[in-house]
């Protein structure tokens, strides 16, 4: 059998198993051709974007920017507005829409590119057969859904971080990824840094003895302020607000309950736990060797919650974990910059953003052996998860990878929520003894969605 038969008999029967998959309110699911890997004819990759506001702008031209991709098609449930992060950013579909035709428009003789298609529902995005990879930038209260759709749909997933809403929807996320074969990739960037993997490296290989504790710190949140009062407000012309509630509860529309500030409303994010927590926590569970686990003890040490008003996430974030060895997790609201500092017995690792400092000084210049731990290296995140695509290997942040991390999030939200100290089985990922705190593991999904 030719190879083009071969491709043409398996591309079949993927898409015969898949069209028995139904999605909500009936939507088929199609298997697109180059989800079967490097074997497939073309080696460009389709993609298309699923939000497009604030950071999904980012993602929109970190994949776009690409020698072997073409967006086709961008989808956002707001036609254009301005007020995201800031004042100035004019976001949603048409502004993606206009970005990517303009890019492309660019390339071409004429100067002119018309080619890029803009949804209202990423649903019809889902269901064409073109569509290879996606990009999943929404609120976190809609990473679970179209991630498993999209994974049902035998298309490859660049999700943002955190990887999902519940410990319950993460583990969803990770089944759908696993059965469907597909290939996910976490927004967690900042482990495609070369100083974060060197920093880590130097943990893991025991260069400041055995680990004691591992510091970090969450501040209040990004804006600084609060919405003590506040009346609902029209929901704006071209903004499907129904479809942006979607799983989440009813709730009157308010400028501040969507865009940006959605991560400051429990129905929606985790506040600053799940947004610059992710990232810092990634990191820790990777520099522990910890990132396919968690701890087993979350404690609350005094953390604070919002008494009145619209936000009603975690104001004041301080926690405790423990892990099964013994190493200690400590949050605190303030007192340590950057990503995390490692201390053990024999010196201490501190991670910046930008940089990192140790202890002895001279543990900047240590050289990792041919022998000794190599931790995944990746230059650019996103770069990785379109060769991992093609490679059909798992990517420096994988489904379950993003999963842990986030689990250690929402565990210390719950502890946080509870005001006490509570134990956690990782491998069966429930909380022992405590009925109470194990009916946060998910969240109501309003009908018709489902996971």
């Not at 469907?180 to 070369?194: A, C, I, N, P, W």
């Amino acid at each position: 059998m030719s190879d083009k038969r071969r491709f043409a008999s398996r591309r079949d029967f993927l898409k015969c198993a898949a069209a028995g998959v139904m999605g909500t309110y009936g939507m088929p699911y199609l298997v697109a051709s180059s989800a079967l890997g490097a074997g497939a004819p073309s080696n460009r990759i389709n993609i298309g974007c699923i939000g497009t506001g604030n950071m999904g702008f980012t993602d929109l031209q970190g994949l776009m920017h690409q020698d072997d991709t073409q967006i086709v098609a961008v989808c956002d449930v707001n036609r254009g507005s301005y007020g995201y992060k800031t004042a100035e950013q004019f976001r949603g579909r048409e502004p993606a829409r206009k970005l990517v035709d303009d890019y492309y428009g660019e390339k071409k003789r004429s100067g002119v590119y018309k080619g890029t298609d803009a949804y209202n529902d990423f649903r019809v995005l889902l269901a064409r057969d073109d569509i290879d990879a996606v990009s999943v930038t929404t609120p976190d209260h809609w990473h679970a859904i179209p991630t498993i759709m999209a994974a049902r749909a035998g298309k490859h997933i660049y999700c943002q971080k955190p990887l999902s809403l519940t410990i319950a929807e993460g583990r969803a996320m990770v089944e759908a990824v696993r059965r469907y074969g597909v290939t996910l990739q976490t927004g967690s960037q900042h482990r495609s840094k070369e100083r974060m993997r060197f920093a880590c490296e130097l943990v893991r290989n025991g260069r400041i003895g055995r680990v004691k504790r591992v510091l970090t710190s969450l501040g209040r949140h990004g804006l600084r302020f609060d919405l003590d009062t506040w009346d609902p407000t029209p929901v704006p012309d071209g903004f499907d607000y129904d479809l942006w509630l979607g799983p989440a509860p009813l709730a009157p529309h308010h400028e501040h309950r969507c865009f940006y500030t959605f991560r400051f409303l429990q129905d929606y994010s985790g506040g600053e736990t799940t947004n610059t927590g992710a990232h810092k926590f990634d990191i820790v569970q990777w520099g522990l060797g910890t990132e396919r686990t968690g701890p087993v003890e979350i404690e609350d040490l005094g953390s604070e919650f919002p008494k009145s008003g619209l936000f009603d996430t975690v104001s004041r974030i301080h926690f405790r974990a423990r892990y099964a060895n013994g190493v200690e997790l400590i949050c605190t609201p303030g007192g340590i910059g950057g990503a995390a500092r490692f201390e053990g017995t024999e010196g201490w690792v501190h991670m910046d953003w930008n940089s990192f400092n140790t202890y002895p000084e001279s543990l900047v210049n240590t050289v990792i052996g041919p022998n000794e731990i190599h931790l995944y290296k990746s230059s650019d995140h996103k770069r990785d998860f379109l060769d991992c695509i093609k490679s059909g290997r798992d990517p420096i942040a994988p489904v379950e990878v993003g999963h842990r991390s986030a689990s250690i999030c929402h565990l210390a939200n719950i502890a946080m929520r509870l005001k006490r100290k509570i134990q956690w089985d990782p491998d069966e990922e429930h909380f022992i003894n405590d009925e109470q705190a194990n009916r946060l593991l998910s969240k109501s999904i309003r009908s018709p969605w489902r996971l």
